[in-house]
Protein backbone atom coordinates (compact mmCIF):
# COMPACT_ATOMS: atom_id res chain seq x y z
CA UNK A 1 0.00 0.00 0.00
CA UNK A 2 2.65 2.48 1.26
CA UNK A 3 4.20 1.35 -1.99
CA UNK A 4 1.26 2.26 -4.07
CA UNK A 5 0.86 5.70 -2.29
CA UNK A 6 4.69 6.56 -3.26
CA UNK A 7 4.56 5.73 -6.66
CA UNK A 8 0.99 7.64 -7.31
CA UNK A 9 2.73 10.78 -5.59
CA UNK A 10 5.34 10.49 -7.98
CA UNK A 11 2.74 10.34 -10.61
CA UNK A 12 0.85 13.55 -9.37
CA UNK A 13 3.85 15.22 -8.98
CA UNK A 14 5.63 14.91 -12.29
CA UNK A 15 2.24 15.56 -14.21
CA UNK A 16 2.10 19.04 -11.89
CA UNK A 17 5.60 19.87 -12.65
CA UNK A 18 5.18 19.31 -16.60
CA UNK A 19 2.23 21.61 -17.14
CA UNK A 20 4.10 24.10 -14.83
CA UNK A 21 6.76 23.90 -17.16
CA UNK A 22 4.69 23.58 -20.32
CA UNK A 23 4.72 26.81 -22.56
CA UNK A 24 1.64 28.27 -22.23
CA UNK A 25 -0.11 28.43 -25.47
CA UNK A 26 -3.25 30.68 -26.31
CA UNK A 27 -4.23 28.59 -28.83
CA UNK A 28 -8.62 27.97 -28.46
CA UNK A 29 -12.18 29.26 -28.43
CA UNK A 30 -13.62 31.22 -25.93
CA UNK A 31 -16.13 33.02 -24.82
CA UNK A 32 -17.01 36.43 -22.59
CA UNK A 33 -18.77 39.02 -21.32
CA UNK A 34 -17.31 42.85 -21.48
CA UNK A 35 -18.15 46.63 -20.24
CA UNK A 36 -17.16 50.12 -20.81
CA UNK A 37 -17.94 53.45 -21.89
CA UNK A 38 -18.55 54.79 -25.35
CA UNK A 39 -18.49 57.99 -26.68
CA UNK A 40 -19.29 59.04 -30.05
CA UNK A 41 -20.41 62.57 -32.53
CA UNK A 42 -23.41 62.39 -35.41
CA UNK A 43 -22.84 64.88 -37.44
CA UNK A 44 -25.74 65.69 -40.16
CA UNK A 45 -24.75 66.37 -43.23
CA UNK A 46 -25.19 70.02 -44.58
CA UNK A 47 -24.86 73.70 -43.36
CA UNK A 48 -23.36 74.37 -40.29
CA UNK A 49 -25.68 76.40 -37.66
CA UNK A 50 -27.47 78.09 -37.57
CA UNK A 51 -28.19 77.44 -41.40
CA UNK A 52 -28.28 73.33 -40.44
CA UNK A 53 -28.68 71.27 -37.46
CA UNK A 54 -26.06 70.76 -35.13
CA UNK A 55 -24.21 67.84 -34.19
CA UNK A 56 -25.07 65.21 -31.07
CA UNK A 57 -22.45 64.16 -28.66
CA UNK A 58 -23.71 60.82 -27.28
CA UNK A 59 -21.95 59.54 -24.62
CA UNK A 60 -22.42 56.78 -21.93
CA UNK A 61 -22.08 52.85 -20.61
CA UNK A 62 -22.34 49.90 -22.25
CA UNK A 63 -22.49 45.86 -22.12
CA UNK A 64 -22.50 42.71 -24.09
CA UNK A 65 -20.69 39.42 -25.02
CA UNK A 66 -18.14 38.23 -27.26
CA UNK A 67 -16.84 35.04 -28.96
CA UNK A 68 -13.51 34.23 -30.75
CA UNK A 69 -11.25 31.63 -31.52
CA UNK A 70 -7.20 31.95 -31.97
CA UNK A 71 -4.13 30.24 -32.75
CA UNK A 72 -1.07 30.87 -30.90
CA UNK A 73 2.05 30.21 -33.64
CA UNK A 74 5.56 29.50 -32.89
CA UNK A 75 7.48 32.24 -32.13
CA UNK A 76 4.73 33.96 -30.44
CA UNK A 77 2.43 35.01 -32.99
CA UNK A 78 -0.99 34.50 -32.37
CA UNK A 79 -3.88 35.19 -34.54
CA UNK A 80 -7.97 34.82 -34.31
CA UNK A 81 -11.11 36.31 -35.45
CA UNK A 82 -13.37 37.77 -32.97
CA UNK A 83 -17.55 38.51 -32.75
CA UNK A 84 -18.95 40.76 -30.41
CA UNK A 85 -22.13 43.01 -29.81
CA UNK A 86 -22.59 45.19 -27.08
CA UNK A 87 -25.96 47.22 -25.78
CA UNK A 88 -25.93 50.95 -24.75
CA UNK A 89 -27.80 53.64 -24.46
CA UNK A 90 -25.46 56.73 -25.86
CA UNK A 91 -27.88 59.50 -26.59
CA UNK A 92 -28.13 63.36 -26.69
CA UNK A 93 -30.31 65.80 -27.44
CA UNK A 94 -29.95 69.40 -29.62
CA UNK A 95 -32.18 72.01 -30.19
CA UNK A 96 -32.48 72.33 -34.20
CA UNK A 97 -33.71 75.96 -34.79
CA UNK A 98 -35.77 77.71 -32.92
CA UNK A 99 -38.30 75.20 -31.00
CA UNK A 100 -37.14 71.88 -32.91
CA UNK A 101 -35.33 69.05 -30.93
CA UNK A 102 -33.18 66.23 -32.74
CA UNK A 103 -32.26 63.40 -30.57
CA UNK A 104 -29.42 60.91 -31.72
CA UNK A 105 -29.55 57.37 -30.09
CA UNK A 106 -27.29 54.58 -30.15
CA UNK A 107 -29.05 51.24 -29.23
CA UNK A 108 -27.13 48.60 -29.85
CA UNK A 109 -23.48 48.11 -31.84
CA UNK A 110 -20.90 45.03 -32.53
CA UNK A 111 -17.91 44.14 -34.62
CA UNK A 112 -16.59 40.93 -36.53
CA UNK A 113 -12.59 41.70 -36.57
CA UNK A 114 -8.84 39.76 -37.01
CA UNK A 115 -6.84 40.18 -34.00
CA UNK A 116 -2.81 39.88 -34.17
CA UNK A 117 -1.16 39.52 -31.34
CA UNK A 118 2.10 38.50 -29.64
CA UNK A 119 2.50 36.17 -26.56
CA UNK A 120 5.26 37.17 -23.70
CA UNK A 121 4.05 34.23 -22.02
CA UNK A 122 0.70 35.13 -20.19
CA UNK A 123 0.61 38.73 -21.46
CA UNK A 124 -0.61 39.56 -24.99
CA UNK A 125 -0.43 42.75 -26.23
CA UNK A 126 -2.50 42.91 -30.08
CA UNK A 127 -3.60 45.03 -32.72
CA UNK A 128 -7.49 44.21 -34.26
CA UNK A 129 -9.29 45.63 -37.28
CA UNK A 130 -12.66 44.73 -39.21
CA UNK A 131 -16.29 45.06 -39.70
CA UNK A 132 -18.39 47.30 -37.28
CA UNK A 133 -22.49 48.43 -37.57
CA UNK A 134 -24.49 49.80 -35.18
CA UNK A 135 -28.50 50.79 -34.63
CA UNK A 136 -28.89 54.59 -34.39
CA UNK A 137 -32.11 56.18 -34.01
CA UNK A 138 -32.83 59.97 -34.76
CA UNK A 139 -35.39 61.67 -33.77
CA UNK A 140 -37.24 64.87 -34.58
CA UNK A 141 -39.93 66.42 -32.35
CA UNK A 142 -41.92 69.99 -32.72
CA UNK A 143 -43.79 71.21 -30.17
CA UNK A 144 -47.39 72.88 -29.66
CA UNK A 145 -47.18 75.59 -31.91
CA UNK A 146 -49.46 77.31 -30.35
CA UNK A 147 -47.10 78.03 -28.10
CA UNK A 148 -44.33 79.02 -31.36
CA UNK A 149 -44.29 82.59 -32.14
CA UNK A 150 -41.93 82.36 -35.04
CA UNK A 151 -39.68 79.39 -36.54
CA UNK A 152 -40.19 76.19 -38.36
CA UNK A 153 -43.14 75.09 -36.45
CA UNK A 154 -45.05 78.01 -36.09
CA UNK A 155 -48.29 78.31 -36.57
CA UNK A 156 -48.84 80.59 -40.30
CA UNK A 157 -46.59 77.77 -41.24
CA UNK A 158 -49.53 74.99 -40.66
CA UNK A 159 -47.80 72.78 -38.10
CA UNK A 160 -49.48 70.96 -35.26
CA UNK A 161 -47.32 68.49 -32.64
CA UNK A 162 -45.46 66.12 -34.47
CA UNK A 163 -43.12 62.97 -33.51
CA UNK A 164 -41.05 61.59 -35.51
CA UNK A 165 -38.51 59.07 -35.45
CA UNK A 166 -37.05 56.60 -37.74
CA UNK A 167 -33.87 53.89 -36.81
CA UNK A 168 -31.71 52.36 -39.28
CA UNK A 169 -28.66 49.97 -39.15
CA UNK A 170 -25.33 52.26 -40.58
CA UNK A 171 -21.90 49.26 -41.27
CA UNK A 172 -18.68 51.06 -41.01
CA UNK A 173 -15.00 50.24 -40.19
CA UNK A 174 -13.98 49.46 -36.42
CA UNK A 175 -9.70 49.28 -35.29
CA UNK A 176 -8.33 49.18 -31.90
CA UNK A 177 -5.67 47.66 -29.52
CA UNK A 178 -5.58 45.83 -26.50
CA UNK A 179 -3.68 43.43 -24.04
CA UNK A 180 -4.85 40.15 -22.93
CA UNK A 181 -3.93 38.55 -19.56
CA UNK A 182 -4.22 34.95 -18.69
CA UNK A 183 -5.22 34.28 -15.19
CA UNK A 184 -5.06 30.99 -15.85
CA UNK A 185 -5.24 28.39 -18.27
CA UNK A 186 -8.64 29.13 -18.18
CA UNK A 187 -9.47 32.39 -17.89
CA UNK A 188 -7.91 35.56 -19.24
CA UNK A 189 -9.05 39.30 -18.80
CA UNK A 190 -8.51 42.42 -21.63
CA UNK A 191 -8.51 46.02 -21.89
CA UNK A 192 -8.80 47.04 -25.31
CA UNK A 193 -9.65 50.90 -26.63
CA UNK A 194 -11.20 51.05 -30.50
CA UNK A 195 -13.00 53.13 -32.60
CA UNK A 196 -15.66 52.79 -35.02
CA UNK A 197 -16.03 54.78 -38.36
CA UNK A 198 -19.57 54.36 -39.82
CA UNK A 199 -20.67 55.15 -43.25
CA UNK A 200 -23.18 57.81 -44.11
CA UNK A 201 -26.62 56.90 -43.51
CA UNK A 202 -30.31 58.52 -45.32
CA UNK A 203 -33.23 59.00 -43.05
CA UNK A 204 -36.38 59.51 -44.01
CA UNK A 205 -38.39 60.09 -40.75
CA UNK A 206 -42.07 60.84 -42.81
CA UNK A 207 -44.83 63.25 -42.93
CA UNK A 208 -45.44 66.01 -40.70
CA UNK A 209 -48.59 66.60 -38.96
CA UNK A 210 -49.70 68.87 -42.11
CA UNK A 211 -48.98 66.42 -44.47
CA UNK A 212 -45.92 67.42 -45.84
CA UNK A 213 -43.01 64.76 -45.97
CA UNK A 214 -40.12 65.91 -43.38
CA UNK A 215 -36.61 66.65 -44.97
CA UNK A 216 -34.29 63.79 -45.85
CA UNK A 217 -31.76 63.98 -43.57
CA UNK A 218 -27.71 62.37 -43.89
CA UNK A 219 -25.55 61.55 -40.54
CA UNK A 220 -22.21 60.90 -40.54
CA UNK A 221 -21.34 59.16 -36.79
CA UNK A 222 -18.07 57.50 -35.14
CA UNK A 223 -18.29 56.00 -31.63
CA UNK A 224 -15.08 55.66 -29.46
CA UNK A 225 -14.64 53.22 -26.72
CA UNK A 226 -12.63 51.29 -24.13
CA UNK A 227 -13.60 48.51 -22.20
CA UNK A 228 -12.78 45.78 -19.81
CA UNK A 229 -13.15 42.58 -20.80
CA UNK A 230 -12.74 38.57 -19.23
CA UNK A 231 -13.15 35.32 -21.49
CA UNK A 232 -13.58 31.42 -20.13
CA UNK A 233 -11.33 29.87 -22.84
CA UNK A 234 -11.13 26.11 -24.43
Same mark, same amino acid.
Given at each position: ??????????????????????????????????????? +???? %?????? /??????????? *? !????????????????????????????????????????????????????????????????????????????????????????? +???? %?????? /??????????? *? !??????????????????????????????????????????????????????????????
Amino acid at each position: MRNCLIALSFIVFGATAAQADRPFSWTGFYIGAHGGYAG +GTID %PLGPPP /PDGAPSQDVEG *G !FVGLQVGAQYHWRGGVVTGVEADISFAQLKETVRDGNYITQTGTIGRFGTVRGRLGYAMDRFMPYLTAGLAWDRLRENEVCPDPNAVPF +GWCR %PANGFA /PYDLSKTETAT *G !FAYGIGLDYAVSHAWSVRLEAMRLDFDTETYHLGAMANGVQNPTKKFDHDIDLVRFATNVRF
